[in-house]
């Protein structure tokens, strides 16, 4: 249903090197930067596997309202490595690996928070 998303970042430099290192481990990277002259000279890029589906902007202020975001991990090791990666991106832990039943018995998911606040999760719902 969602094609794509994006947040605004207070320190565009400070957001990328932290989402290059935490979208490594599930296999997505910055696919393309638009080029300034169509977003009024601000930094947007563009961050999946395929195709740019998560999008990060030069905002002109700290964003006053935090998101959450989940992004899809195809194993519990990507999930896993997601959260290393992110903490040592200078992320927050909100929630180390681990299975949360009460959404569902599979639902295998760890969460940290971005250079900005930002509620990001990686999450499995395959069976182990």
Request: with cysteine; hydrophobic share 35%; proline share 7%.
């Amino acid at each position: 249903m969602i094609d794509h998303l994006g947040i605004s970042v207070s320190d565009f430099e400070k957001s990328k090197a932290f989402y290059d290192k935490a979208m490594a481990p599930l296999g997505a990277s910055l696919l393309y930067m638009v080029p300034k002259e169509y977003t009024g000279g601000a930094k947007v890029g563009g961050y999946g596997r395929d195709r740019p589906v998560f999008w990060v902007s030069a905002g002109k202020e700290k964003p006053k309202d935090h998101q959450h975001v989940a992004f899809t991990a195809r194993s519990r090791a990507e999930v896993d490595a997601f959260h290393a990666a992110a903490l040592a991106a200078g992320g927050k832990d909100n929630g180390g690996p681990g299975l949360r039943p009460h959404y569902h018995p599979n639902y295998y998911g760890a969460f940290v928070f971005d250079p900005d606040g930002n509620n990001v999760e990686a999450v499995c719902h395959d069976p182990e």
